[in-house]
């Protein structure tokens, strides 16, 4: 159902729908009916309608690294010299270039991204560090923090709490 202003209007079935896909994109349309009290053909319409509106952006598999190579996690905080619009904008086309660079977000504040990089060894995040200490755009402290443990990574959002 959509409300006045074109946007897609949520439900508690919608809601109990994103908040089990979170916890297993993998499962079935009978399962998933099943665990929100819906049958299999309106669930999955309200699925197709979710993914058509954008709220379902992308489905993907979180792979444990630590299993499959040895590599290195870090993130960087990083504050530039200039904050003028062209400046952000030089820095986030350079760092969505990078090929180990995993996120980045934008923050308020006195740092002005935290970069996440996920590399084969250190050797190869200095290189980096180093391009974007001497390409970026007038980058002016980068600080750089090795992740020893992922104490809670993300699993997703709990939605009843933000949705009303």
Request: glycine share 6%; hydrophobic share 40%.
């Amino acid at each position: 159902m959509k409300d006045s202003d074109a946007s897609v209007k949520l439900d508690h079935l919608d809601l109990k729908i994103l908040a089990k896909l979170q916890t297993d994109a993998r499962i079935t349309n009978q399962e998933l009916a099943d665990a929100v009290g819906l049958s299999p053909s309106p669930c999955l319409q309200r699925v197709k309608r979710l993914e058509r509106a954008g709220i379902i952006s992308v489905y993907q598999a979180q792979i444990d690294l630590n299993k499959v190579c040895r590599h290195v996690d870090v993130i960087a905080a990083v504050t530039l010299n200039s904050h003028g619009l062209d400046d952000f904008n030089d820095f986030e086309k350079m760092v969505a270039g990078m090929r180990h660079v995993v996120e980045c977000t934008k923050l308020s504040g006195t740092i002005d991204y935290l970069v996440r990089f996920i590399c084969p060894d250190i050797g190869s995040y200095q290189m980096l560090s180093d391009e974007l200490l001497k390409l970026g755009p007038k980058v002016g402290n980068l600080s750089s923090y090795i992740v020893l443990k992922a104490v809670k990574p993300f699993r997703g959002v709990v939605l009843d709490d933000l949705v009303s």
